[in-house]
């Protein structure tokens, strides 16, 4: 199939380029390279920089690699920036979505892959782990972004007959993490942990999260390409872990003796989380594979061999 990936050039977007071209699709990555890196794109996939809110330049592209699937990863996707300036997050993700969405209208493209997020999606729940069902309920404009492309992507699925997955990701995590444009903690800890600064942790650190590896989310990407059905899934671990957790199981993968500073808790961003992915595992045939200390020991070779 032909493909089209908006943010290939990105951290997940790169690894899902990877998982369809061995698989033998042909790939066009859209990129702006704000955080995305034009190093991560597979050789064999063709390249055009472009902003998803630049509707002239998408169309082009459009035009020219005529898609039969779209998989949209290109995206706004820090929440501290999103609590910052509500305005932008909203120009990317949703403005963004919209230019996306509309010409998967306009050239007939068959589906419309989309990574939401379900870290940020259910608020606090009251029943962990999360499933689909869950009420959305955003404590962040990253999250309410997210939530409302949803209903523009089934909007437009139903308007215009195009088919549609939803994957909604855990914290993704692993080799080629931006430590800077995309915020992970996993990643800021390893860039941290080499550079000999402390890594900060906001609150009390028993905040929880569900940390997914990015290899296990480029195969759900990859099995939602061939899916005959529409459907909306959880992309996690089902496994609460704290910063906590994370700063002491990086402790004992890298040997090293580190510093940890706490500092006051950030806006936005929810208590506990974790997903319920039985419907991914029902429908997708997909469950995570890559076990938390595996994927910190993988994640954390690559960072250290990024430096050396």
Same mark, same amino acid.
């Given at each position: 199939?032909?493909?089209?990936?908006?943010?290939?050039?990105?951290?997940?977007?790169?690894?899902?380029?990877?998982?369809?071209?061995?698989?033998?699709?042909?790939?066009?990555?859209?990129?702006?390279?704000?955080?995305?890196?034009?190093?991560?794109? %597979?050789?064999?996939?063709?390249?055009?920089?472009?902003?998803?809110?630049?509707?002239?330049?998408?169309?082009?592209?459009?035009?020219?690699?005529? %898609? &039969?699937?779209?998989?949209?990863?290109?995206?706004?996707?820090?929440?501290?920036?999103?609590? &910052? =300036?509500?305005?932008?997050?909203?120009?990317? =993700?949703?403005?963004?979505?919209?230019?996306?969405?509309?010409?998967?209208?306009?050239?007939?493209?068959?589906?419309?892959?989309?990574?939401?997020?379900?870290?940020?999606?259910?608020?606090? %729940?009251?029943?962990?782990?999360?499933?689909?069902?869950? %009420?959305?309920?955003?404590?962040?404009?990253?999250?309410?972004?997210?939530?409302?492309?949803?209903?523009?992507?089934?909007?437009?699925?139903?308007?215009?007959?195009?088919?549609?997955?939803?994957?909604?990701?855990?914290?993704?995590?692993?080799?080629?993490? =931006?430590?800077?444009?995309?915020?992970?903690?996993?990643?800021?800890?390893?860039?941290?942990?080499?550079?000999?600064?402390?890594?900060?942790?906001?609150?009390?650190?028993?905040?929880?999260?569900?940390?997914?590896?990015?290899?296990?989310?480029?195969?759900?990407?990859?099995?939602?390409?061939?899916?005959?059905?529409?459907?909306?899934?959880?992309?996690?671990?089902?496994?609460?872990?704290?910063?906590?957790?994370?700063?002491?199981?990086?402790?004992?993968?890298?040997?090293?003796?580190?510093?940890?500073?706490? &500092?006051?808790?950030?806006?936005?961003?929810?208590?506990?989380?974790?997903?319920?992915?039985?419907?991914?595992?029902?429908?997708?045939?997909?469950?995570?594979?890559?076990?938390?200390?595996?994927?910190?020991?993988?994640?954390?070779?690559?960072?250290?061999?990024?430096?050396?």
């Amino acid at each position: 199939m032909r493909i089209i990936v908006t943010g290939g050039a990105g951290f997940i977007g790169s690894w899902v380029c990877e998982a369809y071209i061995s698989e033998g699709h042909e790939i066009l990555v859209i990129d702006n390279l704000s955080t995305g890196s034009e190093d991560n794109i %597979p050789p064999e996939a063709e390249f055009v920089e472009c902003d998803v809110r630049d509707l002239t330049g998408l169309e082009k592209a459009f035009r020219q690699f005529r %898609p &039969e699937v779209v998989n949209h990863h290109a995206a706004q996707i820090n929440v501290r920036d999103s609590v &910052e =300036n509500p305005s932008f997050d909203a120009d990317v =993700n949703i403005g963004g979505s919209l230019n996306v969405l509309r010409l998967c209208a306009e050239k007939k493209t068959e589906k419309f892959i989309f990574s939401s997020t379900g870290g940020a999606l259910y608020g606090e %729940p009251e029943k962990l782990p999360a499933d689909e069902s869950t %009420p959305a309920l955003p404590l962040s404009p990253y999250g309410i972004s997210k939530l409302s492309t949803e209903h523009y992507v089934r909007y437009h699925s139903k308007s215009h007959g195009f088919g549609y997955v939803i994957l909604r990701y855990a914290n993704v995590y692993g080799e080629r993490q =931006n430590p800077e444009g995309e915020a992970g903690v996993i990643g800021i800890f390893c860039e941290n942990i080499i550079s000999g600064k402390p890594c900060l942790i906001f609150g009390d650190g028993e905040q929880t999260r569900d940390y997914v590896h990015v290899s296990d989310v480029s195969r759900a990407n990859l099995l939602a390409a061939s899916l005959e059905e529409e459907g909306t899934f959880n992309i996690g671990t089902s496994v609460e872990s704290s910063v906590n957790d994370i700063a002491s199981i990086l402790g004992e993968v890298t040997k090293t003796e580190f510093e940890t500073v706490h &500092e006051k808790e950030r806006p936005g961003e929810v208590r506990r989380i974790s997903l319920d992915c039985s419907l991914a595992a029902d429908r997708l045939g997909w469950s995570a594979q890559v076990a938390l200390r595996e994927g910190l020991f993988r994640t954390w070779n690559w960072f250290s061999q990024k430096r050396d």
